[in-house]
């Protein structure tokens, strides 16, 4: 093995738009869209609509590295990229000098692993920006020992393995959620669940009712009510600090949507005293900035006073998650108009107007949708426990604990 810094081993911001260099059209990449080596959304715009900092330019291989809280992990690399790609000044990019000698993968894992993040991000909470953020001479200085290229590609390929089952598993999830999300436009939004005869309700000329308090048609024998008529509501309440500790001692506690993942929280800390609590399966949304934000409650948890759990009155779960994504996407829309909530009161939220529809639909609709619900929970938690083997795995082998002969299992 041999001793070297990244500031050795990689061009560092090496890359930046000259003057009138740049493509007209541009897909930019700012750090909120980058996530533990997924990309959420490319911007496609033109360059002289982009940001102020849409300024640096990437190649193959290029790691890119959020120099603002280094803990929300918006890392990732690089990889078979379109040539107009421009990322945010935002993070810091690295790329290899010398391939022959060091793979750029094993090098974006040495730089993720769970202590060089939290060494990271103590750096930044010391400083003296406005925000938490490190330098890029943070990275630089870095130290490592080097195995050689060989075993680097062997122990990159261990994790690359991995990433690409949860990259797939999280695909699969996706195109689980379009789906489910599209037969609930279908039957709540546009009224074109089947009918007796199994055609399109609305566009069939099935009877629509004008419903004062909504302002609005609505299907016959459809009613008009608040959240909490169809929702169970448990608004959540921190419980003392004292009893907050990461050794998994008492229960699982969320406090807000800093815990929030894709779709289900990442556990971070317990507590000894829970107050209230949220089952698994429950909806999870958040009551405070950003007010909204949703996951799936995976584990029986505490919930702290960030955070309210709701499960359906009604008898489905996955029309109530998506009547709460609507919510979500309201708020989202008064925030961009200016009108920005820092929180929700629990008067707030129970008295949300909705529709109700009938118990017939609902059933229907559940029978429908149930298996799709279940089946997004079970690859949940397989990318749970893909990613906690990958984590605690990484460290192993870059330290030599583990050898570059373990292999992901099947099953």
């Known amino acids: 093995m041999t001793i070297h810094t990244i500031g050795e081993i990689c061009n560092i911001n090496a890359l930046s738009i000259r003057k009138g260099e740049h493509p007209k059209q541009i897909l930019y990449l700012d750090t909120a869209n980058l996530v533990e080596g997924r990309i959420c959304k490319l911007q496609e715009i033109n360059f002289a609509d982009a940001p102020s900092r849409a300024q640096r330019k990437i190649n193959n291989d290029t790691i890119l590295y959020s120099s603002v809280r280094p803990n929300l992990k918006h890392f990732g690399i690089m990889k078979s990229m379109p040539s107009n790609v421009i990322v945010s000044t935002g993070f810091i990019t690295l790329d290899v000098k010398d391939k022959s000698l060091f793979s750029p993968e094993y090098i974006y894992y040495l730089l993720t692993q769970q202590g060089v993040v939290d060494y990271l991000q103590g750096i930044a909470q010391n400083g003296v920006s406005a925000y938490p953020s490190i330098n890029p001479s943070d990275i630089a200085n870095l130290k490592f020992n080097f195995p050689s290229l060989s075993d680097q590609e062997h122990i990159a390929s261990v994790l690359t393995n991995i990433d690409r089952k949860i990259a797939l598993n999280r695909q699969i999830n996706d195109n689980l959620e379009a789906m489910a999300k599209q037969l609930y436009d279908y039957w709540f939004v546009q009224f074109d669940f089947p009918n007796e005869e199994g055609k399109p309700y609305k566009s069939s000329g099935g009877a629509m009712v004008w419903n004062d308090k909504l302002k609005r048609e609505i299907p016959q024998g459809w009613s008009n009510g608040v959240l909490s008529d169809v929702a169970n509501i448990t608004m959540g309440q921190s419980p003392d600090g004292s009893s907050y ?167």
């Open 245 to 411: 500790n990461e050794d998994g001692e008492g229960i699982i506690f969320y406090q807000g949507s800093t815990d929030f993942g894709l779709r289900f929280p990442n556990i971070r800390q317990y507590t000894t005293s829970p107050s209230r609590y949220a089952n698994k399966g429950d909806i999870l949304m958040s009551v405070r900035a950003p007010v909204g934000a949703l996951n799936i409650a995976n584990n029986d948890c505490c919930i702290g006073r960030g955070l309210s759990a709701l499960s359906s009155k009604i008898g489905s779960m996955t029309h109530l998650y998506y009547l709460m994504n609507d919510f979500r996407l309201k708020f989202e829309g008064m925030n961009s108009a200016g009108t920005t909530f820092g929180s929700i009161t629990k008067d707030e939220l129970f008295s949300l107007p909705v529709i109700i529809p009938t118990k017939s639909v609902i059933s229907e609709f559940e029978q429908v949708c149930e298996p799709i619900f279940d089946k997004q929970m079970i690859i949940g938690e397989e990318i749970n426990a893909l990613t906690k083997q990958r984590d605690e795995l990484l460290p192993l082998l870059m330290n030599g604990q583990a050898s570059v002969n373990y292999h992901l299992s099947d099953d």
